[in-house]
């Protein structure tokens, strides 16, 4: 076991699948100089055919990807600023993830993209400040949203090793987090979640970046009695919907609190499904806390008051906890 | 791939030539039962005919090797079929069956095979042409000399992701042959009215050697597909070679019942009367390499070809509606996927 | 009064604009031949400087329509397949919609996006048959889409005329559809949804293609004397929610019938809304039908059973008065 | 515009001559006094130097007339304060409050000016260059002559959407100014490992007027311009200009805590010799245009003028949360959508 950094376990986890898989390559802009921490030293290690600097040409090196992969090669793809994902839409959205079915299951796509530093991070502006996944959830698109580096550590093994196109976010706000990380490669499989925090009062559904602030919460209400289950899907597509039922069946109350906008979002969709499908065990309304929908300013007030705080948490889990909505 | 031979006019070994035609008399006939199909509802949608164009395809695909690949686009019966493709599996997914080569999931404009390194054909205009690059370049990587036919039309040439894969072929080294079907049009707009310059030139200013040949010759076709592979396949240059040609239908099988009208009667006229499917065995007759009775006898082949197509396609079952998850994910979709609690079946 | 097709609707919904206001222009591909039916004419009418082809190039059209906006235009531009917003989707998402509010409100983008004949239609397999309004409203791009020939003459109107860029989807499904428009320009507002059929014992949100389908269905379970109230928001973003809380508050059931994808979709957003706000007045489990998220196959069999269906609406309103998750 | 006067080796009115060192010199320590700012957690995240630039900034802005237009890059102060933009303005946007030009919405990747016909600065790569071309073509259905100016880096270039525009401008006749600040670099990558050819061969390809010009040279860079300008008010032709510069920082202000290296130490030292706020002041003076304590006269106006946008930007109030959605939509984010009852506020 060793302590790393988030961003140091995607790193290692990489290299470790590097090592074992010949076909493991790498793309992206300014990966050989590893401007954005997670393929430093790869290019050296692995050589030009297998770590490749491309032109600022999202579309085209996505494509690139997906053409490789459907004759052998795993590409882990970096995008360097999580809503470059837009660029390259169709080629994720219309190609990648409609390949496998379209061809009729004679071609697979196993291609990994990471979002490094995802989501906002004191001033980034509007532009550069998204938390894209829901995009990619309505898409059918495999992703996982590690919250700590043990995790990171083993989603990136599941990522690159499944045969299909799997999304990895790595937010901004947690990737310099440290955790205790095994030194032997072990996979955390796509869609099972964790209990960060057991608690048999209110289900809080956190993923990402809002963990930390769930358990900050959880920890505040504690002083008052108030126990929160916060509940980490790691992977919001396949979503352990299991593991959320045993939560709520216990707990009866729901708060999700999720990093992406409102409308559509991750939170909208684990509120859907637990309006179908966990009525019976609902005592109170489910509560989304999300962003606001709103492009995020560059100003940082503007921009703390358009994101999911322990504020608005904590308010929406005393309504739960009052049965009323927020 | 056979090179010229001493045939005087055609300059092709005499059965090159004839598998030319042979090619491009499946072609046509494959989708002029495919327009029959469509109008007595067999087959579904709309097609994008090629006719007209087939001598691109043929000439294209007789110049690739084992190993080669090709992305192909809406219009691609004929890339799919020169390429080796069994037209009754092709028939047969373009009536949606399980026996079709993408068991009834792509339909006409998704035509792929893996076994002859056909990547899919592709309804989004010019998205091929970035996936042709990345394959290409993964078989290469372990020392093998593949190339690919990156088919596309001229309104494709607007497309950012067809001028980022160019680039990426150039500065990669990734013997691509980027093939632009200029047959004037994309869809009612004209190409003239698109680009303020010939379209090789556009290509050209990326750096990869272009040129522009008739495409309603498949000898000229396949020459410069020969000499285009061969330096691809030596030094890993791509190429960009645009085949003028011209298309006879409308942009796809309803074109007709929108009433767009955008074709002068003489222009049509004066492409209908270099139409390949007359013109080359014409030739072939002339030169002596086709001996009476030969194109009757292809003819007749084709036509019985096309019959059990279309006999095989129409015996072929149906996929039942219970398999509609099964390949949304190369794993199934299993526990996880809202797709499996959805409700419809 | 004149009875139009859906089509013929928005087509006289942009003439009348083009008349009144002389800073309304039509972009798009095939546009001045009208392949898509939409445009039929209007290029001999208002000239080359109104009514312009474009290449194939939707990222560059799409921004070519913002900068025009910018200084005073109001373009319409016309999408021929669906999907193509994926590849302008950065032009949209990220500049269009927040162009605004990073300029810091000195910037106004009046652009409509009209996604011609969306959705799937009988064998347009993969590629074609998405139904992709969920990806504008997770942006929060303002989204509508007519069922009726009057609605769509009169949202239409109201798109053009806002100040914001207005997506609107004309299924392929309805578009041939007849229904009297009236003679005078008359706008539906945006945010404003309408009863279809009102009933008592359940709601129906359905929406542009679902809404015959629900129709339908109510038909049908009326003569068992089940009163289906289908509600229709015709504007998907702004959503009246005050109408249908005021529905839900009547019959207390809700059902969602959508054409979208699931995951994410409208109707989980509908459903995530019902369950916080509406929590109070529902008797039993929110139902979802929508499609199967997986890419529509091109083979007919297996391309109906992805999509929502009249069969799967009926058993999932079952579902609801028996009070069980479908 | 000023055209060349007859002042020997600079040849340019000295008024204008005088004023393209001002703007350089404006922009230096703007720019000097961003970098301390951030640093001092004044500006939040990061800002994108223009240091070594400025020429480019100076000679293209001299060149537009009233009613042009200009689209700007992540890199664009320069281009912003050229065009005249308040410096206390522009800093109180940077610094995130409402006096800002974007009321702190946007910051230093989105600064914009409507009156200035500033149509945003853009965090995405080439993003804004579609935006220009439709803007411009807008404005001249009025009969107006205006041009614009679209900045864009080396990297841009592999855009697809950069060709999409280039193309749409020269179809239909808009006069954009493709202003391409060839800096070598597109963060650590270097532009010869992701082209195959010269820069100005790729717009060359799409048809239309292309050059490249010294861009550590203020003079040459308005010449240039002149000419592009003229040429796009009298026909509609645009151009595309390359610019060959360096930026002396890193990619953005947080570069060095990245620990990345991809220049050496005698490429950077070869461009900081060519500094044009060195060099140009000194080709003034020699030319006897600046007279003596001209230069220092400058410089602490500037000086002052900085220290006032500090000032000013210190002393203006921070946007309230409570307005966190009233530009989310030109109407107002009213009831119907579900920003309203997020429940932040
Ligand atoms: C990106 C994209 N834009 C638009 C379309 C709709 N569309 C399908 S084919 C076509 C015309 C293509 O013209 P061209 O590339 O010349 O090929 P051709 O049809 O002439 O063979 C268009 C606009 C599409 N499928 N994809
Ligand atoms: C489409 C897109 N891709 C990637 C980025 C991340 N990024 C920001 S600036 C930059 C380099 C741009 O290089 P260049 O165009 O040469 O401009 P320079 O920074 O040198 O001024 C990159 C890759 C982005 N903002 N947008
Ligand atoms: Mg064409
Ligand atoms: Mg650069």
Redesign the pocket.
Known sequence: MARLRYLEALRKALRDEMIRDDSVIVLG??VEAGARGMTTGLRKEFGAERVKDTP?S?AGFVGFATGAALVGKRPVVEF??NT?IF?SFDQVVNQAAKFHLMSGGEFRVPVTYVFAASGAAFGNAA??SDHPYPYLLHAGVKTVMPATADDAYGLMLSAIRDDDPVALFSPALIQGRRAEVPDEPTAVPLGVGRVRRPGGDVTVVAAGPTIPIALRVADKMAAEGIELEVWDPRSLLPLDRDGIARSVTKTGRLAVIDDANRTCGFAAEVAAFAASELFGHLRAPVQRVTRADVPISFSLPLEAAALPTAETLEKAIRATLAGSAS | MSRRGANGAIGLEPELAISLYRTMRLVRRFEETCVDLVKDNEIAAVVHESIGQEAVAAGVTAALGARDYLTSTHRGHGHILGRGADPTRVMAELMGRTTGTNRGRGGSMHVGAPDLGILGANGIVGAGTPIAVGATWAARTDGGDSVCAAFFGDGAINQGVVHEAMNLAVIWDVPVIFCCENNLYAVTTSLSDMTGVPIIERAGGVGMPVTSVDGMDPGAVHDAMVEATARGRRDGTPSFIEFRTYRYSGHHTAEAATGVDYRSDAEMESWRRRDPLVTWPERLAAGGILAAGGKEAIDAEVEALIAESVRFARNSPWPEPAEVLDLAYAGGAGDGFPATTWGGT
Do not use: L, S, V
């Open positions: 802009e300014d600022i999202e360097q600023i470059m660029q532009q550069h």
